[in-house]
C-alpha cells in the first residue's frame, strides 16, 4: 500500500542523509494528489484523474499556517537544515508559487536564518518565465529526470501523450544551477536497461546539472510490481556516469 499523504502544511522534521534535518511544506491540498505527473513508483499512490474536492489553500490561508508551525519548531529549539517545498504532488502548480516562495523565505529568515529553502519538483513547468523566476529565488533546486526519451517518460512518469518533450529537454539544459534526482527502478517498469543508461548519461552530459543524485524505492508504490535496483547497480551507474561526464554522482542507498 502506497503511504498516507502529508496531512499538514508543515511537516517533519524528517532526517535525511541528503538533507540533514528537513521540514517538508505541503502547499498542496490534503486529501488529494495534485501532480502533472503519475510516476509508477510514487509514494503517494496514483495521480487522480479528477480533482478531489478540497480546495488549493491560497497564500493568506497558508501564510498564518507555515509562521505557526515554524514558531513551534522554533520554541521547542528543533535545529533545521533546510525547508523543502514538496509534499502531495508537485509544488509549482500552486497558484500562488512566487508569492509562497518568497513568504516561506521571509518565514526562515525569522524563525531558521541558517537554514536553507529547496524543492523537489518534476520540472514540467520549467519553461515557463515565472516558474523558473520563482524557483530561481530558491537555494536549492533538485529537478527530476528519471528517462532519457519521451517513450520511458510516458510509460514511468505517465505524463499525457501531448507532453513537449524537446520543450523540456531544453528547459532543462538552459536552467541553471541544479541538481538531477534520478530514480531506478526494475520490475513491472525497468529503466536501467544498458540502452537506457546511455541514452541517460548522454541526456546528462547535455543538460549539465551540477550534481546528480541516484536512488532507487524505498516505500511502497503506486504500481506494486516494482522493485528496488541493488546498490550495486546504482553505484556502477553512477561511476560511468563520473566517468563519461564529470558530473558528480551521489547514491542514496
Ligand atoms: S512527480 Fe512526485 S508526486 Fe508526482 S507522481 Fe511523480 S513521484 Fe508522485
Known amino acids: 500500500m502506497p503511504i498516507d499523504l502529508q496531512d499538514s502544511v508543515v511537516y517533519g522534521p524528517i532526517h535525511s542523509r541528503r538533507l540533514g ?18 510516476c509508477v513508483y510514487c509514494q503517494y499512490g496514483w495521480t487522480p484523474q479528477t480533482p478531489g474536492r478540497e ?6 490561508e497558508l501564510a498564518p499556517l507555515i509562521e505557526e508551525a515554524f514558531r513551534g519548531f522554533h520554541e521547542a529549539h528543533e535545529s533545521i537544515d533546510c525547508i523543502t517545498l514538496a509534499g502531495n504532488g508537485e509544488p509549482s ?25 529547496g524543492i523537489l519538483t518534476d520540472a514540467s513547468l520549467i519553461h515557463k518565465p515565472k516558474v ?3 524557483l ?13 526519451s519521451k517513450e520511458d517518460l510516458l510509460a514511468i ?19 541553471p544551477d541544479k541538481v538531477i534526482q534520478s530514480l531506478f ?17 548522454r541526456l546528462i552530459a547535455y543538460v549539465q546539472p551540477r550534481e546528480v543524485q541516484i536512488y532507487s524505492i524505498d516505500r511502497s508504490t503506486a504500481d506494486p510490481g516494482l522493485r528496488k535496483v541493488s546498490p550495486a547497480k546504482l553505484h556502477e551507474i553512477a561511476r560511468r556516469l563520473e566517468q563519461t561526464t564529470g558530473i558528480e554522482a551521489s547514491v542514496f542507498e
Open 55 to 60: 480546495k488549493i489553500k491560497r497564500i493568506s
Open 157 to 175: 512518469n505517465r505524463v499525457g501523450s501531448d507532453f513537449d518533450w524537446d520543450r523540456f529537454v531544453e528547459a532543462l539544459r538552459h536552467f
Open 185 to 201: 527502478i526494475t520490475g513491472s517498469y525497468d529503466n536501467t536497461g544498458e540502452a537506457q543508461i546511455e541514452k541517460w548519461i
Open 93 to 117: 502548480l500552486h497558484p500562488d508559487f512566487m508569492e509562497m516562495i518568497l513568504e516561506i523565505k521571509r518565514q526562515r529568515d525569522k524563525f531558521f536564518p541558517e537554514a536553507r529553502v
Open 136 to 148: 530561481l529565488e530558491l537555494d536549492d533546486r533538485y529537478l527530476k529526470l528519471d528517462v532519457a
Open 132 to 134: 523558473r523566476e520563482a
Open 21 to 38: 534535518n528537513s521540514l517538508g511544506i505541503n502547499l498542496l491540498p490534503l486529501s488529494w494528489k495534485l501532480c502533472d505527473f503519475d
